[in-house]
C-alpha cells in the first residue's frame, strides 16, 4: 500500500515528533492541529515543545517542504490521530476516559476520507475506543463503508497502534521501539503495518485492536504498581526512621529484586492515567491496579504534610517569627526530569496547594519552561535557582534535573530541606 500523503491530527509531545520523523523518510505529511500559535510556530520551521532533536527535524521537514502544519483536516492515504484521552472532570469520580477529543477528530477527518485510506488511533484509549471511532466514522460517511460491518472489504481500514516513548528520548524511540499494532481486521493491521515501516525500524507485531489498545494501559499498569511500592516503601521508612534511598540501594543488591525510586507521585499523561482506564472497565477486578494508583495519587498529600511538619520546625527555632514570615522553595515543576511537561505533574500539584495554604513567600524553579499555563501558580514568584536558595527557609526538591544535581550542599544547608527524589542524599 502506497502512503504519498499522510496527516497527523494532533501536533503535540506524539504527534509533532511522529509527523517530523514520517517527513524526514521524504514523505508528504500534513500536521493538524487546533491550536494556531502551534501551527503558525510549525511552518515557521520552529517547535513549541522541548524534546531533544525535534527542533532540527522539524526546521529542515518544513523547509525541504515534507511538513506542513493547518488547523483543518486536508485529504491524505493515512491519518494518524494522537489527541488527548484525559479524564472526565464531569464524572463523579473524575476517573472516566473523555474520549470527546478523539470524537472530535474523527468527525473533522470523516469530512475528507476516501475509499482505500487508512485511520489509525494514537491515543492511548480505554479498551473499545478503536471501534467506538470506527463508529463514529461510519456515521459520519455512511457513502463508506468500515470494518465493523464488511470486514475485509471495506473501504476504510481502522488500526490502533499505542506510542510507547519516553519523554526526552522520543524522536529515537519513534524509530527504535517495537510498535504494537492492531488492526479491526487483518487487512487492516496488514495497511497499518506498512505505514509504520516507513520509519520503525523495530519489530511490527500484529494483534487485535482490543488487545493493542489494552498492552498500552498494560504496560503503564505494570509500572505504577512498581513505583507504587517504591513510594509506599518511602512514606513506612520515613514512619521508621530508615534511609529509604539507602534501604533500596541495598535491597536491590539482591539478583532478583530491582526496586525503583521513590519521588513526591507520579506524573504524566500516561502512568498517572492509563491504570484508571482498565479501573474504569473493570472496578471489581482491578483491586491491585486500583490500590497502586491510590498509593501515587496519595503521596503528593503526604509532601504537603512533610512541608507543613517543616514550617512548624522552622517556627519552633525562630519563636519571633510567624508564617508569613516564612520563604518556601519548590524546585521542579514537571512530571519527570530535563523536559517542560506538565501534564499530570504531581510537582505542579504540590507547588500550587503550597501557594494556596501557605501565607508566606512562595517560589518556583523550573529551569525548563519559560512561563507556566494560564492561571497557573499566579500568587508564586518564578526564580532562577541560585536565587531561590539564597531566599528559601524551606526548600523543596521535586524534580531531579541535571541544574539541581549540581547545586552545591554548602548552600543548601541553610535552609531546611524536603529531598522527595534523593538528589541531596548521601552527598
Same mark, same amino acid.
Given at each position: 500500500?502506497? %502512503?504519498?500523503?499522510?496527516?497527523?491530527?494532533?501536533? !503535540?509531545?506524539?504527534?509533532?515528533?511522529?509527523?517530523?520523523?514520517?517527513? $524526514?523518510?521524504?514523505?508528504?505529511?500534513? /500536521?493538524?492541529?487546533?491550536?494556531?500559535?502551534?501551527?503558525?510556530?510549525?511552518?515557521?520551521?520552529?517547535?513549541?515543545?522541548?524534546?531533544?532533536?525535534?527542533?532540527?527535524?522539524?526546521?529542515?521537514?518544513?523547509?525541504?517542504?515534507?511538513?506542513?502544519?493547518?488547523?483543518?483536516?486536508?485529504?491524505? *492515504?493515512?491519518?494518524?490521530?494522537?489527541?488527548?484521552?484525559? %479524564?472526565?472532570?464531569?464524572?463523579?469520580?473524575?476517573?472516566?476516559?473523555?474520549? $470527546?477529543?478523539?470524537? =472530535?477528530?474523527?468527525?473533522?477527518?470523516?469530512?475528507?476520507?476516501?475509499?482505500?485510506?487508512?485511520?489509525?488511533?494514537?491515543?492511548?484509549?480505554?479498551?473499545? =475506543?478503536?471501534?467506538?471511532?470506527?463508529?463514529? @466514522?461510519?456515521?459520519?460517511?455512511?457513502?463508506?463503508?468500515?470494518?465493523?460491518?464488511?470486514?475485509?472489504?471495506?473501504?476504510?481500514?481502522?488500526?490502533?497502534?499505542?506510542?510507547?516513548?519516553?519523554? !526526552?528520548?522520543?524522536?529515537?524511540?519513534?524509530?527504535?521501539?517495537?510498535?504494537?499494532? !492492531? /488492526?479491526?481486521?487483518?487487512?487492516?493491521?496488514?495497511?497499518?503495518?506498512?505505514?509504520?515501516?516507513?520509519?520503525?525500524?523495530?519489530?511490527?507485531?500484529?494483534?487485535?485492536?482490543?488487545?493493542?489498545?489494552?498492552?498500552?494501559?498494560?504496560?503503564?499498569?505494570?509500572?505504577?504498581?512498581?513505583?507504587? %511500592?517504591?513510594?509506599?516503601?518511602?512514606?513506612?521508612?520515613?514512619? @521508621?526512621?530508615?534511609?529509604?534511598?539507602?534501604?533500596?540501594?541495598?535491597?536491590?543488591?539482591?539478583?532478583?529484586?530491582?526496586?525503583?525510586?521513590?519521588?513526591?507521585?507520579?506524573?504524566?499523561?500516561?502512568?498517572?492515567?492509563?491504570?484508571?482506564?482498565?479501573?474504569?472497565?473493570?472496578?471489581?477486578?482491578?483491586?491491585?491496579?486500583?490500590?497502586?494508583?491510590?498509593?501515587? #495519587?496519595?503521596?503528593?498529600?503526604?509532601?504537603?504534610?512533610?512541608?507543613?511538619?517543616?514550617?512548624?520546625?522552622?517556627?519552633?527555632?525562630?519563636?519571633?517569627?510567624?508564617?508569613? *514570615?516564612?520563604?518556601?522553595?519548590? %524546585? /521542579?515543576?514537571?512530571?519527570?526530569?530535563?523536559?517542560?511537561? @506538565?501534564?499530570?505533574?504531581?510537582?505542579?500539584?504540590?507547588?500550587?496547594?503550597?501557594?494556596?495554604?501557605?501565607? /508566606?513567600?512562595? @517560589?518556583?524553579?523550573?529551569?525548563?519552561?519559560?512561563?507556566?499555563?494560564?492561571?497557573?501558580?499566579?500568587?508564586?514568584?518564578?526564580?532562577?535557582?541560585?536565587?531561590?536558595?539564597?531566599?528559601? #527557609?524551606?526548600?523543596?526538591?521535586?524534580? *531531579?534535573?541535571?541544574?539541581?544535581?549540581?547545586?552545591?550542599?554548602?548552600?543548601?544547608?541553610?535552609?531546611?530541606?524536603?529531598?522527595?527524589?534523593?538528589?541531596?542524599?548521601?552527598?
Amino acid at each position: 500500500m502506497k %502512503f504519498n500523503t499522510i496527516s497527523v491530527i494532533g501536533l !503535540g509531545y506524539i504527534g509533532l515528533p511522529t509527523a517530523a520523523v514520517i517527513a $524526514s523518510r521524504r514523505k508528504k505529511v500534513i /500536521g493538524v492541529d487546533v491550536n494556531q500559535h502551534a501551527v503558525e510556530t510549525i511552518n515557521r520551521g520552529d517547535i513549541h515543545i522541548v524534546e531533544p532533536e525535534l527542533d532540527i527535524i522539524v526546521h529542515a521537514a518544513v523547509k525541504e517542504g515534507y511538513l506542513r502544519a493547518t488547523t483543518e483536516p486536508e485529504p491524505a *492515504d493515512a491519518f494518524l490521530i494522537a489527541v488527548p484521552t484525559p %479524564f472526565n472532570a464531569e464524572n463523579g469520580n473524575g476517573h472516566v476516559p473523555d474520549l $470527546s477529543y478523539i470524537e =472530535a477528530a474523527s468527525k473533522n477527518i470523516a469530512q475528507v476520507l476516501k475509499k482505500g485510506d487508512l485511520v489509525i488511533l494514537e491515543s492511548t484509549s480505554p479498551v473499545g =475506543a478503536t471501534e467506538q471511532m470506527a463508529a463514529w @466514522l461510519a456515521e459520519a460517511r455512511p457513502d463508506l463503508t468500515f470494518p465493523q460491518t464488511y470486514g475485509e472489504e471495506s473501504d476504510i481500514r481502522v488500526a490502533h497502534c499505542p506510542e510507547r516513548v519516553l519523554p !526526552g528520548h522520543v524522536v529515537r524511540e519513534l524509530v527504535e521501539n517495537d510498535r504494537v499494532i !492492531g /488492526g479491526m481486521t487483518a487487512k487492516c493491521s496488514e495497511a497499518a503495518t506498512a505505514l509504520y515501516k516507513i520509519f520503525v525500524e523495530g519489530e511490527c507485531i500484529t494483534t487485535t485492536a482490543r488487545t493493542a489498545e489494552m498492552a498500552k494501559l498494560t504496560e503503564n499498569s505494570f509500572r505504577d504498581v512498581n513505583i507504587a %511500592f517504591a513510594n509506599e516503601l518511602s512514606i513506612i521508612c520515613d514512619k @521508621l526512621d530508615i534511609n529509604v534511598w539507602e534501604l533500596i540501594r541495598l535491597a536491590n543488591r539482591h539478583p532478583r529484586v530491582n526496586i525503583l525510586q521513590p519521588g513526591p507521585g507520579v506524573g504524566g499523561h500516561c502512568i498517572a492515567v492509563d491504570p484508571w482506564f482498565i479501573v474504569s472497565e473493570t472496578p471489581e477486578e482491578a483491586r491491585l491496579i486500583r490500590t497502586a494508583r491510590e498509593v501515587n #495519587d496519595g503521596k503528593p498529600q503526604w509532601v504537603i504534610d512533610k512541608v507543613n511538619e517543616a514550617v512548624g520546625k522552622f517556627l519552633s527555632h525562630h519563636p519571633e517569627k510567624t508564617a508569613k *514570615d516564612v520563604t518556601i522553595a519548590c %524546585f /521542579g515543576l514537571a512530571f519527570k526530569p530535563d523536559i517542560d511537561d @506538565l501534564r499530570e505533574s504531581p510537582a505542579l500539584k504540590i507547588a500550587e496547594e503550597i501557594e494556596r495554604n501557605h501565607p /508566606g513567600t512562595n @517560589l518556583v524553579v523550573e529551569p525548563n519552561v519559560e512561563s507556566l499555563p494560564c492561571g497557573k501558580l499566579m500568587k508564586s514568584m518564578i526564580l532562577n535557582h541560585d536565587d531561590a536558595l539564597q531566599q528559601a #527557609d524551606i526548600i523543596v526538591l521535586l524534580v *531531579d534535573h541535571k541544574e539541581f544535581k549540581k547545586i552545591e550542599m554548602s548552600i543548601v544547608e541553610r535552609a531546611i530541606v524536603i529531598d522527595t527524589r534523593g538528589v541531596f542524599e548521601g552527598r
